[in-house]
Each structure stands twice: as C-alpha cells, then as structure tokens.
C-alpha cells in the first residue's frame, strides 16, 4: 500500500510538470497568434503606406524635392502617422531621381510582458521610388540595344546604348560616345569627345498612348489621306483607326494624332507645330527630300512616336525633326543624307543611321516641351 501511494504521489508530480509545459506552450502558441498577427497586420500597413507615400513624392523628381517630402507626409498623416513616425529622405543616395520613405509604429504586445519582458515593439516598414523620365532625353542619341553609326555623322551632344555601340566612317560627337558593353571605332577622321565602355545601364521608359486615346476629340474610322493643301491641328486629340498618310501637306496648329497603323510622311511639311504624331501599332516612315517635321519659329517641336516593331523609318534626304523620336518597341533607321534632328532620337531596339551628312543636335529646350507623357513613378525597393 505504501508502495502505490508513493507511486500516485510522484505520478502526480509528474502531471503537474506537464500541466505547466504545457501552459508554456499554449500561452506561447497565443503569443504567436495574437501579437504575431498584430505585428504581421501593423507592418502590412505601414510597407503599403510608405509605398504609397513613396510613389507620391517621386512624382515630383527631380526638380521639386521639399515638395516630394511634403507630399510623403501628407500620405502618412492621412494613414495616422506623426511626422515623427516618417523619415523621407531625397536625394537617395546620390540620386535626386529617387525618394526614400521609412515609416514605424509602436504596436502594444498582449502577451509580451509575460513572455518576453517587453510591452511592445516597433515595426518598420521602408520604400524607395524613381522617376527617370526624361535621362534617356538627355541624350542626342539613346538606343536601349546597339547604336550603329555608318558614313559621316555629327552629333552635337552624347549618344548611350545599353548594349553596344559602332562607329564606321567619319564620325563627329562633341560629348560622350558611350556604352554598357564594347564601343568599337573603325574609320578616318573620327573626332569623338570621350569614349566610354563599362556605362551604368539607364532604364527604358516605356510610355503609353492608352490615357491620349480614350480623351479622343475626334475619332476616325478607317485610313486618314490628305494630297497637298494645309492640315490645320485645331488643338484635340485625333484617333485615326487605319493609317494616316500626309503626300505634300503642311501642317500648322497644336494638337495630337495617334493611328492604330502606319503613319506616313511623303514630302510633307509642319510649320508652328506643337503635339504629338504616333502610331501606336505600327511605323512612322518618312519619305522624299526635303520632308521637314519641324518648327520653323525655332521654338515650337513634336514628338514622333512609331509605336511597331518597325519603329521610324527616314528614307531619302534632307529630312529635319524639331522635337524627339521616341520607338518604345522597334527600331530608328536612317537611310540617305543630310537628315538633320534637333532635340533627341530614343529607340528600344538598335538604332541604325546610314549615309552621309546627317546631324543630331540635342536641344534641352524642345525635348521639356514635346515629351509627350511623363514617366510613371514606380518602386525599386
């Protein structure tokens, strides 16, 4: 008897210490889901408020930078956040292309005093935004593939490409002929200002004519074709459904045209031009000499946008563009001589430029007032 009873009483013993692992266990388990799910649910917040409050201030990089911190702010305090609660800091790193927001909260533990000697935590959650609309502008020259120069060239200005660039013939560029692989020059008479291998890789901005064509003032059904006369742009946005082709036609007036097909120029003119022509599936081809796409007060330009696979396209001679080139899916093609483009040529694919006398002079002035849509901010980090 006394035997059993000495067995019941440690039996007994044993129980009790299971009953308070398993409390431990158990008041652990609820730790985990009440303050682990408090904490989880608290930081999802605060990453989607310091996203948010990111991509706000990025939008008005580079040049506005205390307006890019005020407008974090103002996101953080419309979630209940303290500017105590917000760092923001811009320029990131070096980069006045990038804003930071870093947002924290003290979030109260129910069980953490009991488990962990602590009443609450801090829970942090971080952002990083860019805008980098216009650097690819900034260039005379930018092709996110290979840049190919054949005959004699002058580049009044910089020329990038993300992959490769080639030089063959009699080249002038009085910046930087740069690239993130290999530049290779073969040729006489070349005078290059600075030639850079090893370039830091700049992002392609990819545009989109999606928001210009649903605030469409005219739509038109099928294939737009002027012969000679005047177009006068009268300010709206032209949504041609088939091609659009302009045979001898001066254009005057401000205003957009975006064509699901081809649009063409043969021999065309544009005086006092400020807008944007693009095709949106297909290529812009610019044929005959003389064609200018250009602004004859000096100040006014244009954006073309050849939206295809084909890209832009120039044949013959002596064409002039006052404005940018923008090809956000194919290639820039020069074929002839004595093209000449003042402001910027920017093209997804290589970005090729045949024959003898052509000249692309950066100009800061048009590019800033024909881009045609600014870049999106977006989340890096």
């Not at 948010?52 to 956040?81: S, V």
Request: hydrophobic share 40%.
């Amino acid at each position: 008897m006394v035997k059993l009873l000495k067995k019941m009483q440690e039996e007994k013993g044993a129980v009790l210490v299971l009953v308070a692992v398993s409390l431990v266990a158990i008041l652990g388990f609820l730790a985990l889901v009440s303050d682990g799910g408090l904490l989880y649910a608290t930081r999802s917040k605060l990453q989607n408020v310091a996203d948010a409050a990111a991509l706000a201030g990025a939008c008005h990089l580079p040049d506005e930078p205390q307006k890019a911190r005020e407008a974090a702010l103002e996101i953080a305090r419309a979630n209940g956040l303290q500017d105590s609660q917000v760092e923001v800091q811009t320029p990131y790193k070096g980069d006045d292309l990038r804003i930071m927001v870093r947002c924290t909260q003290d979030v109260p533990l129910a069980f953490g005093n009991l488990m962990i000697g602590r009443q609450q935590r801090q829970v942090a959650a971080r952002a990083v935004a860019t805008v980098a609309a216009n650097r690819v502008f900034d260039y005379a020259l930018f092709s996110d593939h290979n840049i190919r120069l054949n005959g004699s060239q002058y580049v009044e200005g910089s020329a990038h490409s993300n992959r490769d660039a080639i030089a063959n013939g009699a080249q002038e560029i009085t910046g930087r002929l740069e690239a993130v692989g290999r530049v290779w020059t073969n040729g006489h008479n070349q005078k290059i200002g600075e030639i850079v291998e090893g370039a830091p890789h700049i992002p392609f901005p990819q545009y989109s004519l999606d928001d210009l064509a649903k605030r469409a003032t005219k739509t038109i059904e099928g294939d737009l074709l002027y012969n000679g006369g005047t177009v006068v742009l009268d300010g709206g946005i032209w949504h041609v459904k088939g091609q659009v082709v302009f045979n001898g036609v001066t254009i005057t007036g401000t205003g957009t045209i975006i064509a699901e097909g081809d649009v063409i120029f043969n021999g065309a003119r544009l005086t006092s031009c400020l807008g944007t022509i693009a095709s949106r599936e297909g290529s812009v081809i610019i044929n005959g000499n003389k064609g200018d796409v250009r602004a004859t007060d000096g100040e006014s330009g244009l954006a073309i946008w050849g939206g295809g696979s084909g890209g832009i396209i120039f044949n013959g001679g002596k064409a002039r563009v006052d404005g940018i080139l923008y090809a956000p899916q194919g290639t820039v093609v020069f074929n002839g001589s004595d093209h000449k483009v003042y402001g910027s040529v920017v093209a997804k694919g290589v970005l090729i430029i045949n024959g003898s006398g052509q000249q692309f002079i950066h100009n800061s002035d048009l590019v800033d007032k024909v881009v045609p849509i600014k870049d999106q901010p977006r989340l890096v980090e």
